[in-house]
């Protein structure tokens, strides 16, 4: 399919204002997450180490159709078609990882200390592994199809005529070239794809527990359902490192001369050092009680 000039013009123009938009608000994560204690949160630390494959995907669409302009066998050509195949399958691979802490989180009780000694795994594996073929392309020719990076879209036997800038034919920017595009099915969309769907498996089986148990966090707003006997109910609280605790609490200054309408059920939630929030909520008169009477029950979920 034949473009015009300008038509071509305007895409190369669209995607490098995305890019740079995208770049802005990789800007913003890394800045907050450096910035800010409160955000050094399991799930914030892996976007965080997400956000570099980011930047470097961003900086392979920012150069667009300035790599096919230099030549298929250019050192601009081949680096952007590096860095595509290099960063944007980890995108999907971070994913799986957030959805990873999510599973041991809810299934394995994990805390965030298990969870941050997982995290250099997840670096080696999101950014290692799609880097073996991205890296190993560079030493891939043969006579009959050429170099592996070139033209996404079109490219001769070779791939190493320079772009013609009379040539009104549809070019993107610089990817594994047509005579090799069975390699984008084998190492690119098949393996994102595959691990697409066991991210939306996780999240499913997690969301069907969440459903199961919606009913207990009902009452109160979902606080009188909180038990500290019952680990399989803590997951939100750890990732969050919310301390909770309750107890009845008495306005009256006399300790020993309570009467009923003094007494109310008070429950405090505390974040952990790490953050500065904390909330108190207090409920309704008690039921009357006799005497001397205090209760206090405690549970401590830290993430």
């Known amino acids: 399919m034949s473009h015009s000039q ?15 938009v995208s ?3 990789t800007f913003v994560i890394v800045t907050t997450f450096i910035g800010s204690r409160a955000f050094r949160k399991p799930i914030n630390r892996l976007v965080f180490y997400a956000s570099w494959g980011n930047i470097m995907a961003n900086i392979a669409t920012l150069i667009s159709q300035s790599g096919i302009h230099a030549g298929f066998g250019s050192s601009l050509c081949q680096f952007q078609a590096f860095l595509i195949q290099w960063f944007m399958p980890a995108d999907a691979l971070w994913t799986f990882a957030m959805a990873c802490n999510v599973y041991l989180t809810f299934f394995h009780k994990y805390n965030s200390e298990q969870l941050r000694q997982l995290e250099w795994k997840y670096v080696i594996c999101c950014y290692g592994l799609p880097f073996v073929p991205a890296f ?28 013609s800038s009379d040539s009104n034919t549809f070019k993107l920017w610089c990817w594994v070239s047509l005579p090799w595009d069975f390699l984008r099915i084998a190492v690119f969309y098949g393996p994102v794809w595959f691990v697409i769907f066991l991210t939306f498996a996780i999240y499913l089986r997690a969301g069907s527990v969440i459903y199961q148990k919606r009913r207990q966090f009902r009452k109160l707003g979902g606080i009188e359902s909180i038990d500290s ?4 109910e803590t997951p939100f609280l750890k990732l969050a490192g919310i301390q909770v605790t309750s107890e009845i609490a008495c306005s009256s200054p006399e300790r020993y001369s309570i009467s009923p309408s003094d007494c109310r059920p008070t429950r405090s939630f505390t974040a952990s050092s790490v953050s500065p929030y904390s909330v108190t909520i207090e409920g309704g008169p008690f039921e009357p009680i006799t005497g001397l009477q205090t ?5 401590t979920y830290r993430g």
Do not use: H, M, W
């Not at 070139?150 to 190493?160: K, L, R, T, Y």
């Not at 209760?295 to 549970?299: E, F, I, M, P, Q």
């Open 229 to 232: 006997d019952s680990p399989s």
């Open 295 to 299: 209760a206090a029950t405690s549970g």
């Open 23 to 25: 770049l802005a608000g």
């Open 136 to 163: 190993a392309y560079f030493f891939i020719k043969t006579q009959a199809r050429g170099r592996v990076y070139g033209s996404a879209i079109v490219g001769g036997p070779d791939n190493s005529t320079s772009f």
């Open 6 to 20: 300008a038509q071509l013009s305007a895409i190369s123009i669209t995607e490098r204002i995305c890019s740079a």
